[in-house]
Nanobody, 124 residues
Framework: QVQVVESGGGLVQAGGSLRLSCAAS????????MGWFRQAPGKEREFVAA????????NYTASVKGRFTISRDNAKNTVYLQMNSLKPEDTAVYYC?????????????????WGQGTQVTVSS
């Protein structure tokens, strides 16, 4: 049974940093891209960042470029999201998931096995 567990969220002041982790179990996802998405109250889930199966290619939504960094450790079946210079508008529940594709796609519909998410709250 595939399980994806996100962790590392919390409450931080604007300008602060957090590092999210996403551990997948039940099968290996070394051939799959991995992605981070977020969902704020009353809004749809949106793409944040993705990383290709090898880690050699990344993709970010415009609002987080230069502030967030996605990385992965295939030996640990884990993907990370380093978030710096956080802003109140980054407040959301953050989810990760493996993609059915090997490339860093931003398309929500290409991702399966969603975790429960981790809450990130940025105060002003």
């Amino acid at each position: 049974q595939v399980q994806v567990v996100e962790s590392g969220g919390g409450l931080v002041q604007a300008g602060g940093s957090l590092r999210l982790s996403c551990a997948a179990s039940g099968r290996t996802f070394r051939s799959n891209a991995m992605g981070w998405f977020r969902q704020a109250p009353g809004k749809e889930r949106e793409f944040v960042a993705a990383i290709s199966w090898s880690g050699g290619s990344t993709n970010y939504t415009a609002s987080v470029k230069g502030r967030f960094t996605i990385s992965r450790d295939n030996a640990k079946n884990t993907v990370y999201l380093q978030m710096n210079s956080l802003k109140p508008e980054d407040t959301a529940v953050y989810y990760c998931a493996p993609s059915r594709s090997s490339i860093a796609t931003p398309n929500l519909w290409e991702y399966d096995f969603w975790g429960q998410g981790t809450q990130v709250t940025v105060s002003s």
